[in-house]
């Protein structure tokens, strides 16, 4: 089994074009990342959405927040959005039978769970939910999903900077010195941001997909 992702922008049609296009430049750089760092394929399309290909399912979830907090770190002054630049993502987990050059040519179930939960998402929340062939599994991460979207609905630019950071697995003395702030001002943010808490679930979520996808 892999895994796909599918996300788009909320209230993309309120940014003004330079702004809408230092997000893309912004999310663009992470997916080439992503190709290095996890073997993920990721491509954009209708210039406010994007799809992905995961091959470590278990890793998913760090690449969806990777996501999230490289774009919630960009301010926005648009009276128009509310709250922090983000995205609508789902996460589907399942076979693929057609895989083409383009992920947005290839086709099969994980491909049609995350399409199609991402088109039930309406409104601000949720901002997160995953699809897989096993209920009880979907049960269990969409609660927490909610839990985190209450989590990072309050959080702020810098909380969600310094959670990046850690994301990218940076200790906090070299957050600190990447963001020119003391290390006592990177705890502070990492405490606003319930960092230990989103710690646990992607430690949660790493194990019980594994095992989920190994069986």
Same mark, same amino acid.
């Given at each position: 089994?892999?895994?796909?992702?599918?996300?788009?922008?909320?209230?993309?049609?309120?940014?003004?074009?330079?702004?809408?296009?230092?997000?893309?430049?912004?999310?663009?750089?992470?997916?080439?990342?992503?190709?290095?760092?996890?073997?993920?394929?990721?491509?954009?399309?209708?210039?406010?959405?994007?799809?992905?290909?995961?091959?470590?399912?278990?890793?998913?979830?760090?690449?969806?927040?990777?996501?999230?907090?490289?774009?919630?770190?960009?301010?926005?002054?648009?009276?128009?959005?509310?709250?922090?630049?983000?995205?609508?993502?789902?996460?589907?987990?399942?076979?693929?039978?057609?895989?083409?050059?383009?992920?947005?040519?290839?086709?099969?179930?994980?491909?049609?769970?995350?399409?199609?939960?991402?088109?039930?998402?309406?409104? =601000?929340?949720?901002? +997160? *939910? /995953?699809?897989?062939?096993?209920?009880?599994?979907?049960?269990?991460? !969409? $609660?927490?999903?909610?839990?985190?979207?209450?989590?990072?609905?309050?959080?702020?630019?810098?909380?969600?900077?310094?959670?990046?950071?850690?994301?990218?697995?940076?200790?906090?003395?070299?957050?600190?010195?990447?963001?020119?702030?003391?290390?006592?001002?990177?705890?502070?943010?990492?405490?606003?941001?319930?960092? =230990?808490?989103?710690? +646990? *679930? /992607?430690?949660?979520?790493?194990?019980?997909?594994?095992?989920?996808? !190994? $069986?």
């Amino acid at each position: 089994m892999k895994t796909v992702i599918t996300g788009d922008l909320i209230d993309s049609t309120n940014y003004p074009p330079q702004h809408l296009d230092a997000i893309l430049n912004v999310v663009n750089t992470e997916f080439e990342y992503f190709r290095t760092a996890y073997d993920a394929d990721f491509k954009i399309f209708r210039g406010d959405s994007f799809q992905g290909v995961v091959l470590d399912s278990s890793r998913a979830l760090e690449l969806v927040l990777t996501v999230k907090t490289a774009v919630n770190k960009i301010p926005t002054k648009n009276k128009k959005i509310s709250g922090l630049t983000d995205f609508r993502i789902a996460i589907g987990i399942g076979n693929i039978n057609l895989k083409r050059e383009s992920i947005l040519e290839s086709n099969g179930e994980a491909f049609h769970f995350s399409g199609r939960t991402l088109d039930s998402m309406k409104g =601000d929340y949720p901002r +997160l *939910l /995953l699809k897989t062939a096993d209920e009880n599994l979907n049960d269990e991460f !969409n $609660v927490h999903f909610a839990l985190l979207d209450s989590v990072t609905s309050k959080w702020s630019v810098a909380s969600a900077e310094v959670a990046y950071y850690l994301l990218k697995g940076k200790k906090e003395t070299e957050v600190a010195e990447i963001l020119g702030i003391n290390q006592s001002a990177v705890n502070h943010r990492k405490k606003a941001a319930n960092w =230990d808490a989103v710690a +646990l *679930l /992607l430690e949660r979520y790493k194990s019980a997909i594994g095992n989920y996808t !190994n $069986v």
